[in-house]
């Protein structure tokens, strides 16, 4: 997987990097898998010999001075005596943006400093992020994890220690930069608002840091858009992670079962809730349940449950009008969710294990589709990559997502329970569950 694709970039994305551990390495490299031009600039320092990674440099540039084509590199002054390039102002930043938007070309900008160090906390006038952004990438260095909070290994570390709680010369563990990151004079500072936000926790150069990457990722994701873990050294991109919802479609008739299945009592509780509590155990945010003929039965049966409810007054329409209903409240909800798993309601054996599965499976490449797979048979539930969003929103009658399996092949989990080939379309199903289960 391309940065470019781990960070979701369009054509012409306006993209800031802030923080430490590789962001002049990440500048470059995301500016090589564009097709050229492409624009980059700086509202801090470049070292000076970074200008060679580029196809041509201008020093305080007006726009119509700007070339055509390759790598271009905008900056302010040569200042010799500290090796560095200048950023730009405000002003002609603006003027170069305008530009871009123009040409509907990337526009890429280095926004902060760390003196090489894997990590750092942003001091009084920092990050000098422009309002015009688009998306804003942190960048921190694993190699600073488990390492003294040190100058050697931490660029201010008076300010981070105290956005981390640790006194100089303690160890950074996973909590305490969590901490710092997640901290509005921290890494989330300077940030505008309608900005997409994602960590890149770079250097994971081996298992142990990738490993620390993970750990990190699931204490960021409350506060971020998205985590990539990395090795730029390397060109690998590990994982991706995002905010993954669980869409539960409740809202159906159940004619041949001849009562509503959503709340048949399974071990004790109605079914539905089984699957929402699932759903919530695996860390799915948000879950919604979208809800038709046995409204006010599911709703009860759901009590006391974090979950948003959706009613479809269209349920009779058939799946693809809850499918609909489902990704309208989620795009209300997160705008920036990743992906959705759809649960049926009468599918008993979908398992925690299974549905972190299927979200591991897509942080691993963002496929648009991740299904699992019993033997030769594909099974339920089916997670749906954000790209697809705009397709299932589209769907009409009773097929729901697999109307979309032409355009988007999907990518198999195998798994090995055939209990997740039950579906509870009669009575007679239910008994076999019950006696399967015994």
Known sequence: MKLRQALRLSQAPCLALVGAGG????????????????????????????????????????????PQGGLILATGRVEEAQGKLAGLDEGRLRELYTEAQRRRIPFLLECDGSRGRPLKAPAAHEPPIPDFVDQVVLVAGLSGV????????????????????LQRGEVVNVEALARVLNHPQGGLKNIPSAARRVVLLNQADDERR?????????????????????????????????????????????????????????????????????????????????????QEA?????????????????????????????????????????????????QPGVSVLLLRSLVERHAAGLPPVVAP??????????????????????????QGGRALFTR???????????????????????????????
């Open 210 to 294: 990738q490993s620390l990457g993970r750990g990190l990722a699931e204490r960021l994701l409350p506060f971020w858009d998205a985590v990539v873990i990395a090795s730029l050294q390397q060109g690998e991109v590990f994982a991706v992670h995002e905010r993954v919802a669980a869409i539960v479609l409740a809202a159906g008739g159940a004619r041949r079962f001849g009562r509503p299945k959503q709340v048949l009592e399974w071990e004790g509780k109605p079914l539905v809730r089984h699957l929402a509590e699932r759903a919530l155990q695996a860390d799915l945010r948000p879950v919604i349940v979208v809800t038709g003929r046995a």
């Open 298 to 346: 599911v709703e009860a049966a759901l009590h006391g449950l974090p979950v948003k409810l959706a009613f479809n007054p269209h349920w009779e329409r058939g799946q693809a009008s809850s499918v609909r209903r489902g990704i309208e409240m989620l795009r209300a909800l997160d705008p920036q969710a990743g992906a959705a798993i759809f649960l049926l309601a009468d």
């Open 373 to 398: 797979r019993v033997g030769d048979r594909r099974a339920n539930p089916v997670l749906f990559d954000r790209q697809t969003f705009d397709d299932l929103e589209h769907l009409e009658g009773d």
């Open 146 to 165: 488990e390492q003294p909070l040190e100058e050697a290994f931490v660029h201010r570390p008076e300010i981070f220690g105290q956005l981390a709680g």
């Open 23 to 66: 962001k002049s390495t990440a500048l470059f490299e995301l500016a090589r898998q564009f097709p050229p031009p492409v624009l980059l600039s700086t509202t801090t320092h470049l070292a000076i010999e970074q200008a060679a990674l580029a196809d041509s440099h201008h020093i305080l540039p007006r726009a119509a001075d700007l």
């Open 408 to 438: 988007y092949p999907p990518v198999y989990l195998p798994w090995h329970d055939e209990r997740l080939l039950i579906d509870l379309d009669t009575p007679q199903d239910l008994e076999r569950w019950r006696a399967w289960t015994r």
